[in-house]
C-alpha cells in the first residue's frame, strides 16, 4: 500500500440524505479502519436544494447504526466552488454526474467527476447506485451493501493509485 497524499473526496447524490451521506459514512469508517484518518477528507453533498440543512434520511441512520457506523452529515448542496475543494467527486448515479458535469468549468473540474461504483470491480455494468428513498428499509440495506462494496474499491484505488507516493 502506498502513501497517500492529503485526499479530499465529496460524494453526491440528489438530496444528500440517503445515498451520499451513507458512502461518506461508510468512507469514513473504512478510512479510520486503515489509519487513514488523518490523509483523507470527506463530505458529502446534493445536486439539490430540497434538503439543505437537515440530517440523513431516518432509514439510512438505523441502518448503519445496525452495522456499527454513526451518521452525522448535513444536507448541502454542491457548489462549483466545490471543485476548487475536492480532488474526486463520487456521484451516486448517471443523472447527479451529468448534473456534475453540467456544473464544472472546464476539463480539469470533468475529470474529478467519477460514478461511485465504478470503484466496485464487481459492479457490472449498471453503475448507478439505486436511490432507496420511496421503497422499504430493504431497500437501504441494499444500498449499503453497493456503496460499501464501492468504498471498499475506492479505498484500494486511492492507497495503490495515482493519489499515493
Known sequence: MGVLVN????FVCLGNICRSP??????RHRVAQA?????IE???AGTSSWHIGEPPDERSVREALR???AMHDRGRRFDTADFDRFHLVLAADYDNAATLRALARGPDDERKVHLLRSF??????DLAVPDPYFGGTDGF???FDVIDAACVGLLEHLTAGPLAE
Open 120 to 125: 466496485d470491480p464487481l459492479a457490472g455494468g
Open 35 to 39: 489509519d487513514l484518518g488523518d490523509r
Open 67 to 69: 452495522r456499527g457506523i
Open 42 to 44: 470527506i463530505e458529502s
Open 22 to 27: 451513507t458512502a461518506a459514512a461508510v468512507m
Open 7 to 10: 485526499v479530499r473526496l465529496c
Open 141 to 143: 440495506a441494499q444500498v
